[in-house]
């Protein structure tokens, strides 16, 4: 028993392990492409790693994913959206929350208007993307659960078809079928 719940336990563990890890990376290049002046480091096209980086993130975390549930997956890139929504947050109030700006209102409308769009732009990339992963990892690469899951319908049917096969020679042998009458004694 205690087993069981030590494995639900490290199971749940590792799925908010890899929502963590999926938050920080998206935000990480949500605002290294979004906040350009604001980031160390220089990306590309600002436009792809915004539209790419949520969707290849929640596509990843719905293929980690494969053996929990599809709705375990959406929720976890319901999950894995909020917190990189609330990382964009905790970095744009970073110079209010360290004394160094003070909060004024219009810092207050471009950072309300900062976080909506990122709301905008993250939630559904990121859950779509999850619940997509999830599919096709399921495709690919299915849980021991599913596999299980189809070894035994496989088994079933293969029973299913000797019974079949059993009755099928087993109505032949009971009915006798009349001999066929030579060709010259049927009438044409």
Do not use: C, N, Y
């Amino acid at each position: 028993m205690a087993k069981g719940r030590l494995s639900g336990l490290r199971r749940w563990a590792l799925v908010l392990v890899w929502i963590v890890l999926g938050a920080l990376t998206i935000a990480g290049f949500f605002i290294a492409a979004f906040f350009g002046a604001f980031s160390p480091i220089e990306v590309g096209d600002p436009g792809a790693v915004i539209l790419l980086v949520p969707i290849l993130t929640g596509f990843l975390l719905g293929i980690l994913l494969t053996d929990e549930e599809i709705v375990v997956a959406a929720g976890a890139g319901v999950l894995t959206a909020v917190l990189s929504i609330a990382f964009v947050g905790l970095f744009l109030m970073s110079p209010v929350l360290a004394g160094v700006a003070r909060a004024t209102q219009p810092f207050a409308a471009f950072l309300s208007s900062r976080i909506v769009l990122s709301t905008i732009v993250l939630f559904p990339l990121v859950v779509v993307g999850s619940v997509i992963g999830r599919g096709i990892g399921d495709l690919f690469l299915p849980s021991p659960r599913v596999k299980q899951q189809l070894e035994e319908i496989r088994e079933e049917t293969r029973r299913w078809h000797e019974a079949l096969d059993r009755l099928e020679h087993r109505s032949r042998d009971e009915v006798q079928l009349p001999e066929p009458k030579p060709p010259e004694q049927r009438k044409g």
